[in-house]
């Protein structure tokens, strides 16, 4: 006689099991510490935390392990340990003028204050893969003196000639994505909150797109700055501002064109990106998509698929979307039945009207 | 008291249970009406009950007697998930029978037997915008809740007339909730929509990753959306079940071999194991 | 020294929540709430068993109570006092209550951003009383209240003309509770 299928506990127990053994690989070979994750995969690390929202290079590193290297995966496990966590207060904004430079690059000028500075780039590299990495440690890099000379932002420059649009100052409380659902229409801060924790493939394609000639995009790198700003808070027991650290951040300001319209002069408009970690790629592209998404602010035409503001923010999710895609593995017998005999029924009436 | 140490009780810290139990009386109070609340990321995947497990966490204390039931059953593997958390993070009574639940949560069906007064169901609802093949943009779909116009569902509806001969939603077919909201009666069968209409337990609705609460109180009228000529008609395969022999439960089609075999059993297995059991004991 | 609040945080709020949910799903059904607080004047158990359940940081209180009953609220709800009753979440007032259709409606739209009103009243009982229907109500209800303030029934049941725009109602009585959600059909008998 027929019995149903279980799933069942010992099942699912087994099946975990299995998992740990794989996590785990030859036990023979060292197991890879968080801190080897943290200090040598750190770009990894660094994706982590920007999609992950959670600037910890810690728990990100142990997250990595955890997800036996799946970024997304590690992401999500990231993201449901920060929702855990107590809020002690917020910091004040971070002023990303004032970072501390690693890496500074302007595609829109030769030499500028405080200079173009590479940094530990991939930039130049010839991409051969190196199959003598293992072979020992690098010899310590030369390094410049520290330039004292501050390095003013370049839209701020810009700005200054009255050729870059300027950026309305608010003092506004912004909305908190991970606390409220995305409003609707999304008011930049919003967007920019959403964009920063989004999949940074779907960034990077859509970025892409814009460069291809969906959206109107002329853009430059105004200026990439790569490095650390320090977090500071207001605390009621102190009359000043205390410093209470800095993290590592991304930064990127795309100039692009603007034709003017009826209410503003021909002018340059920009694209933000801001990453947690030195993800300059991710910076990048939310440059380009943040501008794409400004298209009502500056009149244009919203006809590109990165210009469409809802289709954007709510496809970003790389947690959100790779639940919803994954769950078309969880049993679906119930609906599939009633299609099942619905196209029967259909097929029937058919028949009987032949 | 138990749970799990360094969770809070029903793993949600308090500032987030005030948050959804909030959202959750308003829902209650615009019967049908989505309310938008702040999703938390949980520990489960988004899509696969993050809604359903928020609601419940928001709501079971230490009385309660929780049922968890996927495609009717509680044996399926995601079930047996979510039961296993709330009886770690709550400390929770579990139960597969019916009757004795207090909360169930479930995804994709109703059970067979009537719940009663006093019961709660919580269904995890992966897309809660009943409008949203036809018109995928929130901001309109907003504005045509709030003018209550419906007329592309009933184009769609009709177009399937004209095409089939007969409305082809053999699922998720949307329900008019006391008379003002159209709703999505989350992916349930065609055959359990009239179960929903006038229940006397509370029903509530959680989609976690898109962020949406909704409700429908004890006796409200939810009616299948329709027309006069082409009345709504719930479908089941025309058999008995193969093991209680019931003929008025929804049925699932097992394949038995590679040739055509098949037999046909209910999907609600505590339904059909208390009729086997009755059986039984009548012999 | 500030009166304590719920012993068990966690499962008290809980306990009231439930209440809350089946009074709100049946409405004309009365609950027992806030057993165990004794909050000061003119706070009454019940009334500080739903402030603790549904207010906080994140939800703007106005009420008139008097400047203990305001402390009480502050430390332990930790909720912001709004100066305008159109501005808030929840309405507790002490003594007449401002109108109904001058609290938050929400919109067309989204008619969840609506107050809640928590209105203290001298008594509340079943069968008899202001007739009820609509969702939550196999037929009819009945409900008695004593001590609402006057005209409220009528400008209750006057808001039902603004569907699904208006005000949610949590009745309490010194040691129970009832909702009215803006569902409700209400008639005065």
């Known amino acids: 006689m027929y019995v149903a299928v279980k799933g069942g506990e010992r099942a699912i127990a087994n099946a975990h099991a299995w998992l740990e053994e794989a996590r785990r690989g030859d036990p023979a070979l060292p197991r890879i510490a968080p801190e080897q994750i943290a200090g040598q995969l750190t770009l990894a690390v660094d994706r982590v935390m920007a999609e992950g929202s959670c600037c910890d290079r810690e728990l990100a590193a142990i997250a990595i392990a955890q997800a036996r290297g799946d970024l997304i995966e590690a992401a999500f496990l990231l993201r449901a340990y920060r929702t855990t966590l107590p809020r002690f207060g917020y910091s004040r904004p971070l002023e990303t003028a004032a970072m501390r430079l690693i890496r500074r690059v302007s595609a829109t000028y030769k030499d500028l204050p405080g200079g173009q500075i590479l940094g530990p780039t991939f930039d130049y590299t010839h991409r051969l893969l190196d199959l003598a990495a293992a072979a020992g440690d690098p010899p310590p890099a030369p390094r410049a003196p520290a330039d004292p000379a501050a390095a003013p932002r370049v839209t701020e420059l810009l700005a200054r000639e009255g050729l870059m649009a300027r950026e309305e100052a608010s003092d506004a409380e912004p909305p908190d994505l991970t606390r409220q659902p995305l409003p609707i ?7 920019l909150q959403n964009l920063a924790r989004g999949d940074e493939g779907f960034l990077l394609a859509l970025g892409y797109s814009t460069q291809r ?14 490095g650390w700003a320090s977090v500071e808070v207001e605390t009621p027991e102190f009359p000043f501002p205390v410093d209470i650290g800095e993290i590592p951040l991304a930064e990127c300001q795309m100039v692009n064109q603007f034709h003017g319209s009826a209410g503003a002069p021909p002018q340059f408009t920009r694209g933000y990106g801001l990453s947690f970690g030195h993800g300059e790629r991710r910076a990048m592209a939310m ?44 049993p679906h017998y119930v609906d599939f039945q009633s299609e099942l005999e619905n196209l029967r029924a259909i097929r029937a009436l058919k028949e009987a009207a032949e | 008291m138990s749970g799990v140490p360094g969770f809070s009780y029903a793993y949600l810290d308090e500032g987030t249970k005030r948050m959804l139990r909030r959202t959750l009386l308003k829902a209650v109070a615009i019967p049908g009406y989505q309310v938008p609340f702040g999703a938390r990321e949980m520990p489960l995947p988004y899509g696969w009950g993050t809604g359903g497990i928020q609601v419940t966490a928001a709501i079971i204390g230490p009385s309660d007697v929780l049922k968890v039931i996927d495609q009717g059953s509680d044996d399926t593997t995601n079930a047996v998930s979510i039961r296993r958390f709330f009886r770690r993070v709550a400390g929770v009574a579990t139960t597969e029978r019916t009757t004795e639940a207090t909360i169930i949560q479930t995804r994709h069906r109703i059970p067979e037997t009537p719940l009663r007064e006093g019961q709660i169901l919580v269904y995890q609802v992966p897309m809660p915008e009943p409008l949203f093949r036809l018109e995928p943009r929130l901001a309109e779909t907003r ?22 001969g007969a409305i082809a939603t053999a699922y998720n077919h949307p329900v008019m909730v006391d008379g003002r909201y159209l709703m999505s009666p989350s992916p349930i069968p065609a055959f359990d929509n009239p179960k929903m209409h006038r229940m006397p337990a509370l029903q509530l609705f959680g989609a976690g990753r898109e962020k949406r609460i909704y409700a429908v109180p004890p006796y409200t009228d939810v009616v299948s959306l ?6 709504f008609r719930p479908i089941r395969a025309p058999h008995a079940c193969a093991l209680c022999g019931a003929a008025d439960s ?6 038995t071999d590679d040739s055509g075999g098949r037999i046909f059993v209910c999907s609600d297995t505590d339904y059909c194991a208390t009729r086997q059991a009755a059986r039984q004991a009548a012999e | 020294m500030i009166a304590p609040g719920f012993a068990d945080p966690t499962l008290d709020s809980q306990a009231t929540f439930r209440a809350l949910l089946a009074a709100m799903s049946h409405p004309g059904r009365v609950h027992p709430a806030g057993r165990g607080l004794s909050p000061p004047a003119p706070l009454t158990p019940a009334l500080a068993a739903v402030a603790l359940t549904l207010c906080d940081a994140d939800t703007p209180l106005w009420t008139d109570a008097p400047e203990e009953a305001r402390r009480w609220l502050a430390f332990h709800c930790g909720c912001p006092f709004a100066g305008d009753p159109a501005r808030a979440a929840f309405v507790l007032p002490h003594g007449a209550p401002p109108p109904l259709d001058s609290l938050a409606q929400g919109t067309e739209e989204e008619p969840h951003l609506s107050a809640t009103l928590i209105l203290p009243v001298a008594s509340l009982a079943e069968g008899a009383g202001w007739r009820l229907a609509g969702p939550g109500i196999a037929a009819e209800a009945r409900l008695s209240v004593a001590g609402a303030p006057p005209g409220f029934a009528a400008a ?17 009585a010194p040691d129970r509770l009832a909702c009215l959600p803006r569902s409700l059909r209400l008639s005065e008998v």
């Open chain 1, 185 to 191: 229409p999304a008011p930049r801060p919003a967007r």
């Open chain 1, 213 to 226: 000639g969906y959206g109107n995009s002329h853009p430059f790198v105004g200026e990439l700055r790569i």
């Open chain 1, 287 to 330: 440059a380009l998509v943040d501008r794409a998404l400004r298209a009502d602010e500056y009149g244009e035409e919203r006809a590109a698929p990165a210009q469409q503001e809802e289709f954007v923010l709510l496809h970003s999710d790389n947690v959100e979307a790779t639940g919803f895609v994954e769950h078309l593995k969880l």
């Open chain 2, 143 to 164: 504005r045509l809740h709030a003018l209550a116009d419906y007329g592309l569902m009933q184009v769609r509806l009709y177009e399937d007339i004209v095409r089939h």
């Open chain 2, 226 to 231: 329709d027309f006069e000529d082409h009345p």
């Open chain 2, 250 to 255: 929804y049925l699932d089609e097992v394949l």
């Open chain 3, 156 to 172: 209750f049941a006057a808001q039902r003309a603004r569907f699904p725009r208006g005000v949610d109602v949590i009745l309490c």
